[in-house]
C-alpha cells in the first residue's frame, strides 16, 4: 500500500521557521512530481510548491515565495518544505502529493496529483 506520511508540523511564532518532511512508503517516488498543499479551518486545499522527479524544476504559489524552499532527496525518498518568515496566515493543515502523470501545465490543481498524505498541522501564533 502506497502512503505518503508527512511530519515536521507544530506551533511556531510569527517569524519563525519550520521545515517539513514528507517521506513516501510502499513505492520509490523519485520519478513523481512531489507537490505540498494546505487547508485552513474553513477554506479549500490549495497549492503551495511543487518540485519535479530531478529538482531541476520548482514552482511556487504567491504566498510561498521568497519564503518557502521546496526540496527532495531521492536517494532519502523525501521531500522537505523548508519555511521560512511565517505569519498566522499560513496556520493550516499541509498535506504532500505526488504525481506520475505528465501535464502540459505545472500541476498546481488537486486533480493533478495521485496520492496524498495524511496531513500535518502547523499553527503559527501572532
Known amino acids: 500500500q502506497v502512503q505518503l506520511v508527512e511530519s515536521g508540523g507544530g506551533l511556531v511564532q510569527a517569524g519563525g521557521s519550520l521545515r517539513l518532511s514528507c517521506a513516501p512508503s510502499?513505492?520509490?517516488?523519485?520519478?513523481?512530481?512531489m507537490g505540498w498543499f494546505r487547508q485552513a479551518p474553513g477554506k479549500e486545499r490549495e497549492f503551495v510548491a511543487v518540485i519535479n522527479w530531478s529538482s531541476a524544476g520548482t514552482h511556487y504559489a504567491d504566498s510561498a515565495k521568497g519564503r518557502f524552499t521546496i526540496s527532495r532527496d531521492n536517494a532519502k525518498n523525501t521531500v522537505y518544505l523548508q519555511m521560512n518568515g511565517l505569519n498566522p496566515e499560513d496556520t493550516a493543515v499541509y498535506y504532500c502529493?505526488?504525481?506520475?502523470?505528465?501535464?502540459?501545465?505545472?500541476?498546481?490543481?488537486?486533480?493533478?496529483?495521485?496520492?496524498w498524505g495524511q496531513g500535518t498541522q502547523v499553527t503559527v501564533s501572532s
Open positions: 510502499g513505492r520509490t517516488f523519485s520519478t513523481y512530481a
Open positions: 502529493a505526488a504525481t506520475g502523470r505528465q501535464f502540459m501545465t505545472i500541476p498546481v490543481l488537486t486533480s493533478h496529483y495521485d496520492y
